[in-house]
């Protein structure tokens, strides 16, 4: 992994929309670190589950997990 590289975790319904937003600067946050490319994508088809794994890759061992599978 390249020192500064950022990596984003996020949920939508729309996978190719954010990934268009994210790379033409509409969110402040995310605007500095482009351009964005899409690494990983999953669906679910429980959206309680998708939160629920959200909120998992944002914690430490959901960090760890990422590292070891999707890097």
């Known amino acids: 992994m390249v ?3 950022q990596w984003y975790v996020g949920i939508t319904t729309d996978v190719t929309a954010r ?3 994210h790379n033409e600067g509409q969110s402040a946050h995310t ?3 482009r ?4 690494i ?3 669906e679910f088809a429980d959206p ?3 939160i629920a794994f959200e ?3 944002k914690s430490g ?3 760890a997990f990422s590292n070891r599978h999707f890097r």
């Open 3 to 5: 020192d500064d590289q």
């Open 19 to 21: 990934l268009r937003g």
């Open 31 to 33: 605007a500095k670190y």
């Open 35 to 38: 351009p964005w490319r899409l």
């Open 40 to 42: 990983v994508s999953l």
């Open 48 to 50: 309680y589950r998708a």
């Open 55 to 57: 909120k998992y890759l």
């Open 61 to 63: 061992s959901g960090r």
